[in-house]
């Protein structure tokens, strides 16, 4: 039996690190992505869906994310969705009448849920049971109910899991859970939690913005119901794939080698004009190296959706070259080097304003 686990969609995120109209259509691609995940679900026969949280990322969601996942559900009845809320959802945001009957929801107690009867009908053999975190639930939900040593157990939970954390990896050992469903955490991570069960944050959907870049998608969970073992296969599909990218520009002698290199960095890495990603200038250079990151994102950004140049590199003092140079870009390098309350980052950075200042180019 196959199911999927899906978790961190954060529907009508702000996204407020990209600009405006773009964070606008991310929005609707978020949108989308949820819809080919419950498509997939549909052609590939899977008849459960299991939500850990976040589905939502603020407590008043638009009228139009709302209505499009209830409408989403509704259409597809042959599939159940359940919805564990996480600390963004809303908590009203259903009353009793306006449920899809194949949404099936949550609460701040524990629920225990049949997914799968016996093929003899005696009794469940897949089950699930979550609990949403609430303020006054943490101790609760790291004592799950007594389960069934004989059914494949999927416990549901939001929140960061670790040795110490909310969720305590080490009170969950030795319960009889096959398959920890988790949410919260917005990368994808499988991991062993005993000899019986394993865990699993299935990571977003898709990336909201560069601090999330790298594979995201869904999973896939395959269960055998013979064996009581199982199997995960991230399906990952984004609508537009951002990227990070680190480009050390350390042997750069200039703005036209930081280009070249910065180029072939982004055509090795970037497949799709449709896509976005941050580059990350690292390393040092002389202080004699120009850069002109503005014309170097500017660039990028005329040729794909998206694109940001972020320079984190340093630039390096070699005083020697100065240590006889009777000029006064000499006397001032010079003075710059004594000068004992200036950290090295300090003396460098002056120095290289002061180089500028002395060829009379802008300083900006």
């Known amino acids: 039996m196959k199911i999927i686990h899906c978790a961190d969609i954060h529907l009508d995120s702000p996204m407020a690190s990209l600009p405006k109209e773009i964070a606008a259509k991310r929005r609707e691609e978020l949108l989308l992505a949820f819809r080919h995940m419950v498509e997939y679900a549909h052609a590939n026969y899977i008849n459960t869906i299991l939500i850990s949280g976040d589905l939502f990322d603020r407590k008043k969601p638009s009228a139009t994310a709302v209505n499009t996942v209830t409408g989403l559900i509704a259409t597809y009845r042959d599939i159940n969705f359940y919805y564990l809320r996480g600390n963004h959802d809303c908590g009203e945001l259903y009353d009793d009448e306006s449920i899809p009957d194949n949404?099936?929801?949550?609460?701040?107690?524990?629920?225990?849920?049949?997914?799968?009867?016996?093929?003899?009908?005696?009794?469940?053999?897949?089950?699930?049971?979550?609990i949403e975190p609430a303020s006054t639930n943490k101790e609760l939900c790291n004592h799950v109910p007594a389960l069934d040593m004989n059914a494949f157990n999927i416990v549901m939970l939001h929140g960061e899991a670790g040795e110490n954390a909310d969720i305590s990896l080490r009170s969950l050992r030795g319960c009889g859970i096959d398959y920890l469903a988790l949410g919260h955490i917005h990368s994808h991570k499988y991991a062993e939690l005993d000899k019986r069960g394993a865990y699993c944050y299935p990571g977003c959907l898709e990336a909201r913005g560069f601090d999330e870049c790298g594979e995201h998608g869904f999973v896939v969970l395959d269960i055998d119901r013979i064996t009581r073992t199982h199997s995960i296969k991230l399906i990952s599909s984004p609508i537009r794939a951002i990227h990070k990218l680190e480009l050390d520009i350390s042997d750069c002698a200039d703005s036209t080698d930081i280009f070249e290199a910065a180029r072939r960095l982004v055509e090795d890495n970037v497949k799709s004009s449709d896509e976005m990603f941050l580059l990350e200038l690292v390393g040092s250079t002389d202080i004699g190296c120009d850069r002109n990151n503005h014309m170097l994102e500017q660039y990028f950004d005329n040729n794909y959706y998206l694109a940001r140049v972020h320079d984190s590199s340093e630039y390096r003092v070699d005083y020697d070259d100065y240590a006889l140079d009777e000029s006064l870009k000499g006397e001032f390098v010079r003075l710059v080097k004594a000068d004992l309350s200036l950290s090295e980052e300090d003396k460098a950075a002056i120095i290289r304003l002061g180089i500028k200042a002395l060829r009379g180019e802008e300083i900006g």
Do not use: H, P, Q, T
Not at 111 to 122: N, Q, V
């Open 103 to 130: 949404l099936i929801m949550f609460n701040e107690d524990w629920s225990r849920l049949c997914i799968a009867d016996k093929s003899d009908g005696a009794g469940c053999d897949i089950v699930v049971c979550g």
